[in-house]
């Protein structure tokens, strides 16, 4: 069998290797959730226009019930990615708890196609 590892090694150095934190929310009060909603919004609405957020919503299980959050950030390190995720109203409010995950994108792909004439954009 020859050796594979210099192709693997060219293969891995073309590859993004572009790091984002993932901040994990499970519910410790489901109580309180609705009455953080907006604050949560306004949050992470500000975060994406700072370009720290890469994307952010709920999770569901297979029977379609909400099961948690996800958020990705846009950040450098782990430090400021779960500074940001202690502010999250939900988990400063004791509401939620979160945990981080740093996740390295090597492969992918994604396509955006924007119509000038009537401004409406997909995603796929």
């Not at 994406?48 to 450098?76: H, I, Y």
């Not at 109203?89 to 994604?110: D, H, T, V």
Request: proline share 3%.
């Amino acid at each position: 069998m020859p050796d594979e590892s210099a192709e693997v090694e060219a293969i891995k150095s073309k590859m993004l290797q572009k790091s984002y934190y993932l901040m994990f929310r499970n519910v410790l009060d489901g109580s309180r959730v609705p009455g953080l909603m907006l604050d949560h919004y306004r949050w992470l609405i500000g975060l994406e226009k700072q370009g720290k957020v890469f994307a952010s919503g709920p999770m569901f299980d297979k029977d379609g019930e909400k099961s948690a959050g996800v958020t990705v950030f846009s950040t450098e390190t782990w430090e400021e990615a779960e500074a940001l995720a202690a502010e999250d109203p939900f988990c400063a409010s004791g509401a939620m708890e979160f945990s981080l995950k740093r996740w390295q994108i090597n492969e992918g792909r994604i396509n955006i196609a924007v119509d000038f004439s009537d401004s409406t954009f997909s995603i796929g």
